[in-house]
């Protein structure tokens, strides 16, 4: 939720970008759209003042002739009726027929295509008709048949089709007004190909800002993840700093004390908790001085060819001695002698800090192994327990620095979030690797490989 809450800006961010985009291709496309019908609307008009001084008709002549011989059938009939204009079915009738005839039989079509071919423009052309007003002329007066609806008006004015010209004829038996436009075959194809340019770059930009957005999103909250584990760090660590300086704080008010000063013995065993206290507050000195020192520098390993399994029995069996009965320790050593180039300190680290985890991270009495066999070029060492476990989501995150997985507020053992992010160092400067497998409340297998020599 929190993270969608920090995303919320980006997205709205984003999505202002893309409208604004299709607002600006739309644009574009709007303006190519009227230049492109202005174009041919303006070439039309030369032509058509062109053909005017030859062709009085416009290549209407045989389209007219047929619709004079056809209002003259229909005459008898609109006499009959009262008002044929507000005949609905006779006016549609009527404007149908003069339409088919004004399209099919006329010649301005062809002649426009061959002039814009000349001119280097699209030919392919489709005539649209739109009739405005037909009246049949009778003997006595004009009877008005058709008239179109202001709401037809409406649509042809913004029909996507280009206006040429509205003609208005007279002949013996009709007089007629209608607009004549036309459809260009490829339109749009012609206007995608003008635009092309701003659609590619408008496609482009999006992509390298939403890119942009994404990394920037990305490490913005890593660093967020970094910084929360510094503090947790940082807590815990001032907590461990707290617990020694309290106890040494006190042993020196007890010393003062006096009922202390005459007694040797209680001076003596305060003096050796004040000096337990302080080796320990050293360690834990030391330990932050290593971390940053670690930090600074790579690992200075001071590695020698040696016997693993050796080394490895050596560290299980001072863990066996520093466990005690309080834990159920197994070990499987399968080496066969098998030699690696291993710095001792840094390894024994790294296996005690695994063994040291398989305890803590137990509850009642811990049942720890310690397995190493070979495996091809490599000598594997495993460590297994029985212990809570670890959720599939938190494996992803526990050989980071400082992560700990998170019990609430509190956590319920001690401890700094850096062993396994130094079990992971140390394999890798042996020129290894960790991975760990595990299952909440059952348990968790850490396996280490390094290369071995021979
Ligand atoms: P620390 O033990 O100081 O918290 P580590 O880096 O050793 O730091 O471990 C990181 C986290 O991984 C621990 O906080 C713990 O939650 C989890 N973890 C490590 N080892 C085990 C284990 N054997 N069983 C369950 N959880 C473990």
Same mark, same amino acid.
């Given at each position: 939720m929190q993270k969608f809450k920090t995303l919320l800006p980006v997205f709205i961010a984003l999505a202002l970008f893309i409208l604004a985009q299709i607002y600006i291709v739309r644009q574009v496309w709007?303006?190519?759209?009227?230049?492109?019908?202005?174009?041919?609307?303006?070439?039309?008009k030369e032509y058509i003042q062109e053909l005017a001084s030859y062709d009085s008709y416009y290549g209407f002549k045989e389209a007219y002739f047929m619709l004079d011989e056809l209002a003259l059938l229909w005459l008898p009939k609109s006499r009959a009726l009262l008002n044929p204009e507000d005949s609905a079915v006779y006016a549609k009738q009527i404007r149908e027929y003069f339409t088919k005839y004004l399209t099919e039989d006329q010649l301005l079509s062809e002649y426009l295509s061959k002039y814009f071919d000349k001119l280097g423009l699209e030919k392919k052309i489709k005539p649209l008709i739109y009739v405005n007003y037909i009246e049949l002329i009778d003997i006595q007066e004009n009877i008005r048949v058709y008239k179109a609806p202001l709401s037809e008006?409406?649509?042809?004015?913004?029909?996507?089709?280009?206006?040429?010209?509205?003609?208005?004829?007279?002949?013996?038996?009709?007089?007629?007004?209608?607009?004549?436009?036309?459809?260009?075959?490829?339109? @749009?194809?012609?206007?995608?190909?003008?635009?092309?340019?701003?659609? =590619? !770059?408008?496609?482009?930009?999006?992509?390298?800002i939403s890119s942009i957005f994404i990394a920037t999103m990305k490490s913005y909250m890593e660093e967020k993840r970094l910084s929360g584990l510094k503090t947790d760090f940082i807590n815990n660590m001032t907590h461990e700093l707290k617990t020694p300086l309290s106890t040494i704080t006190v042993a020196g008010k007890t010393i003062k004390h006096d009922s202390v000063i005459g007694d040797k013995q209680k001076i003596i065993e305060t003096a050796n908790m004040i000096g337990k206290q302080s080796v320990h507050l050293n360690k834990l000195i030391n330990l932050i001085l290593e971390i940053s020192m670690w930090e600074r520098t790579q690992f200075q390993l001071d590695k020698k060819n040696i016997d693993?399994?050796?080394?490895?029995?050596?560290?299980?069996?001072?863990?066996?001695?520093?466990?005690?009965?309080?834990?159920?320790?197994?070990? @499987?050593?399968?080496?066969?002698?098998?030699?690696?180039?291993?710095? =001792? !300190?840094?390894?024994?680290?790294?296996?005690?800090?695994?063994l040291n985890n398989a305890v803590k991270y137990s509850?009642?009495?811990p049942e720890v192994q310690l397995e190493a066999r070979t495996d091809n070029n490599d000598i594997i060492i495993k460590v297994v327990d029985k212990g809570i476990g670890i959720s599939r989501s938190d494996q992803k995150n526990i050989f980071d620095k400082f992560y700990r997985v998170s019990t609430g507020n509190i956590h319920q053992s001690k401890g700094l979030g850096l062993g396994l992010y130094y079990v992971k160092k140390i394999a890798e400067s042996h020129g290894g690797s960790v991975g760990v497998s595990s299952k909440k409340g059952k348990g968790s297998v850490f396996i280490v490989s390094i290369p071995k020599t021979i």
């Open positions: 709007m303006q190519k759209d009227e230049v492109f019908s202005l174009r041919y609307r303006s070439v039309s008006l409406k649509k042809q004015q913004s029909n996507t089709s280009i206006l040429i010209h509205t003609f208005n004829s007279e002949e013996n038996n009709y007089k007629i007004s209608f607009d004549y436009y036309i459809d260009i075959a490829n339109k @749009e194809k012609i206007i995608l190909r003008e635009i092309s340019l701003t659609l =590619i !770059l408008s496609i482009l930009s999006f992509i390298i693993v399994e050796e080394l490895i029995k050596d560290i299980g069996d001072n863990f066996r001695n520093g466990c005690g009965k309080e834990c159920n320790f197994i070990e @499987e050593y399968d080496l066969n002698g098998a030699k690696a180039d291993v710095d =001792i !300190l840094y390894f024994t680290t790294m296996v005690n800090n695994l509850k009642n009495t």
